[in-house]
């Protein structure tokens, strides 16, 4: 089965400091990997996706990730944070096709300290 | 303007009285989803759909029904049987190519009092 685990609940970083929000999956075949942003009452926005290739995605609002097969990890980055980027933030883990179910972690919540 | 739309935004029920939430997209999109959310839980599936007129249970589908007579629509019915309905309710719908992904509406909050 697969799944997602984001050890961090709450991650708090100060305006213009640097982020990395984690992420380790569990995939039986090659993963299909997601970072999505949610702020509070809204729906979730796709950052970025993984699906085959280069390792670093890149993705929108300076968002960046690394896949990294050998430890199981799709951890997301940004050099410099703004306070608009102080949301949950979920990883997620499916296949390409088929029935298309993604795991989604529990989520991460960033707060921006200004 | 492309998107998925979910009404009403907040919604409020007494306990044991069914409700229906509704879900519309117009990206023409095969598949959709119904997900609840509670705090610190992430997104649960509920029930999804790959075609017209077939849905299959998620992970939490008990006290919950659904029906998809058309591609576009996608309504969750929340019944006096679901024992903790007060939650999240997001849905979501993505096309059946390679590479596709999921694309969410805004969410609709259910209070149950």
Known sequence: ?114 | DGGITQSPKYLFRKEGQNVTLSCEQNLNHDAMYWYRQDPGQGLRLIYYSQIVNDFQKGDIAEGYSVSREKKESFPLTVTSAQKNPTAFYLCASRGLALGDTQYFGPGTRLTVL
């Open chain 1, 1 to 114: 089965a697969q799944s997602v685990t984001q050890p961090d609940i709450h991650i708090t970083v100060s305006e213009g400091a640097s982020l990395e929000l984690r992420c380790n999956y569990s995939y039986g075949a090659t993963p299909y990997l997601f970072w999505y942003v949610q702020s509070p009452g809204q729906g979730l926005q796709l950052l970025l996706k993984y699906f085959s290739g280069d390792t670093l995605v890149q993705g929108i609002k300076g968002f960046e990730a690394e896949f990294k097969r050998s430890q199981s990890s799709f951890n997301l980055r940004k050099p410099s944070v703004h306070w608009s980027d102080a949301a949950e933030y979920f990883c997620a883990v499916g296949s390409s096709g088929g029935s298309y179910i993604p795991t989604f972690g529990r989520g991460t919540s960033l707060i921006v300290h200004p």
